[in-house]
């Protein structure tokens, strides 16, 4: 979003919004002056669908394709919208993850254009009056990142903006949200990152980051102003540094309307995944013993969703997070580390120390095995085929990414246990033959699940997101998994299918708001109607802003 959709001050050519370039009438063209701009030819949208599709053939890689639909993003809005819909298996790895990786880690140097808003700590004190330099005056979501932990790729500071524009386009392609009220923004608070300080082309801070309490100081200023401005906007923090993550969403969780996706809309994903291994395993989560690989945001984010989810099951508390064991950088938790923090702390059960994860899987016996570490390769060998000799089915989710971070490749878990793995990644790996069977793995990313939360919680205005919104949602998720596609392995819906999926779960997320009393608008009569009836659709009408 780089232009301001209501007034048309912009030359029609250069306003991304309402452009739609060989697709002006002559009438139009002689209204607005575009007359002998543009090449005799009046095309449709398809028409100049099929050219971009050309172009992107004629591109040699996914990188080269994201730049030149990240220019088409900035040039025809409307265009850029129909060419990813159009396909979303083949675009959603190009706009967004494993591609938007290789982006960041380049992004001051593949900088253009500026896109979102650009929040720096020397901004401190005047939040308020530069956010209303934005040029849309009704924001609806702000997706906000510090940078501070991008992907797997770690801090890469004011390059990781690529990500909240990356992201909210999946809220317009995977649940036709409205692109006009959504705004990226990086807050540049600095990077531990030498590496980019020491570049010359760097764009943000060439500061360290601030204490956690000027940190908190900071975002308690951009939330107030957020509220003055916006009141119906909600924050949906992204990549944030593990620790920065899990404070801030409890800071604000109960107050104003916000989420984060790497804690929430991960473990709704993954629990939506698990609910589909459960149902081809025949068991029940509590029957379950989970083991963690990495306690970060995501890792953390997932164990205390499945605690939720465990005691709806008639577990309490204590039984629940019993049948939750953890490991991070320094070794399984358990009650003689000094170094953990308290959302560890509780998942800290009577074990011996130990740093090799082989061991932990032996003494432990998990039944779930889940990878948010960063650490690629961690599930060695030794490590999946315990896995397999202790289950029949054994659930692996190597959840790191992008795909060079992952614990271990679809093959490595297929090939490792003979083809019984039920396997989730959180990038999409190839379909796998072995022993004469196709088996697909699932791709556990939780842009099935945050795309459909925004849309529910725009269209009902909830005035807050629980926990109760993400496991709705991670239910209808994984009931859209049809038995057929269950016989091949597969644990999420297929990705061809992403926006209606997403748009059945934004049905049942809505019903969930109204029921909860966290709407701000009255029930309509027909639920499906009425949402169907706000969606974005990519085409040159005056519905959507043209
Ligand atoms: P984080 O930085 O908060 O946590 C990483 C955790 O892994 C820490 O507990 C750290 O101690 C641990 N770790 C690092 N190296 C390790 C090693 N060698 N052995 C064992 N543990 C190790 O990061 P966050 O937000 O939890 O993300 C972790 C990964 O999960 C990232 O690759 C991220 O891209 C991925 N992720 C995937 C999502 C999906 O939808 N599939 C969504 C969110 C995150």
């Known amino acids: 979003m780089t232009s301001d959709r209501t007034a048309s001050s912009l030359p029609p050519l250069l306003d991304a919004v309402h452009n739609r370039e060989t697709a002006f009438t002559n009438e139009e063209r002689h209204k607005n002056g575009t007359l002998g701009l543009l090449p005799d030819a009046v095309e449709t949208l398809d028409r100049q669908m099929e050219r971009v599709l050309w172009q992107l053939d004629s591109k040699s890689n996914d990188l080269e394709r994201f730049l030149h639909l990240n220019g088409l993003s900035q040039r025809n809005e409307t265009l850029f919208f129909k060419v990813v819909m159009s396909d979303p298996k083949r675009f959603l790895p190009i706009v967004y993850d494993p591609t938007i990786a290789d982006a960041c880690l380049q992004y001051n140097r593949l900088f253009e254009r500026p896109q979102g808003m650009y929040l720096s700590l020397r901004h401190k004190g005047h939040v308020k009056e530069i956010l209303a330099n ?45 692109p006009q009220g959504l705004m990226p923004m990086l807050l540049d608070i600095g990077t531990t990152n030498q590496e980019l300080i020491d570049d010359p082309l760097y764009l943000g801070l060439r500061q360290a980051p601030p204490s956690s309490d000027e940190l908190d100081a900071f975002v308690d200023e951009l939330v107030a102003a957020i509220q003055e401005l916006y009141p119906y906007c909600c924050l949906h923090f992204e990549d944030w540094k593990g620790d920065d993550a899990i404070r801030l969403l409890a800071r604000y969780r109960d107050k104003i309307l916000c989420y984060n996706d790497d804690i929430q809309g991960t473990a709704a994903i993954t629990i939506a995944g698990l609910d589909t291994a459960l149902s081809i395993k025949g068991e029940a989560l509590k029957e379950q013993r989970i083991l963690f690989y990495g306690a970060g945001s995501a890792g953390i984010g997932i164990a205390n969703m499945i605690v939720s989810a465990l005691q709806d099951e008639g577990l309490s508390e204590t039984d629940a997070r019993a049948c939750i064991s953890m490991m991070d950088i320094n070794g399984l938790i358990e009650p003689s580390r000094q170094d953990l923090n308290p959302s560890q702390k509780v998942f800290a059960h009577s074990h011996a120390a130990t740093k090799d994860l082989a061991e932990a899987v032996k003494s432990i016996k998990p039944t779930v095995l889940i990878g948010v570490s960063t650490n690629a390769g961690g599930f060695t060998e030794e490590v999946v085929r315990t896995m397999a000799s202790i289950n029949d089915k054994p659930v692996i989710f190597a959840l790191s990414n992008p795909t060079d971070k992952a614990e271990c490749t679809a093959e490595q878990a297929y090939r490792w246990t003979d083809g019984r793995a039920l396997f989730a990644a959180g990038v999409q790996f190839d379909d796998v033959t072995l022993n004469g069977k196709t088996l697909t793995p699932g791709q556990a990313n939780n842009f099935y699940i945050f795309p459909a939360v925004a849309l529910a919680v725009w269209a009902t205005q909830a005035r807050r997101i629980t926990d109760e919104v993400f496991l709705e949602a991670a239910k209808a998720t994984a009931e859209q998994v049809t038995a057929e596609q269950r016989t091949h392995g597969l644990l999420f819906p297929p990705q061809k299918d992403v926006l209606r999926v997403e748009i059945n779960t934004a049905i049942k997320i809505a019903r969930q708001i109204f029921k909860s009393g966290l709407a701000q608008v009255p029930e309509p009569e027909d639920i499906v109607d009425w949402i169907e009836s706000k969606l974005y659709r990519p085409e040159y009408t005056s519905a959507n802003g043209q």
Do not use: H
């Open 134 to 178: 934005w040029p849309e005056k009704d924001v609806r979501f702000i997706c906000v990142s510090s940078g501070g932990r991008i992907l797997g790729l770690g801090d890469i500071g004011a390059n990781g903006m690529g990500i909240p524009v990356g992201k909210l386009q999946l809220y317009t392609a995977c649940a036709a949200i409205p």
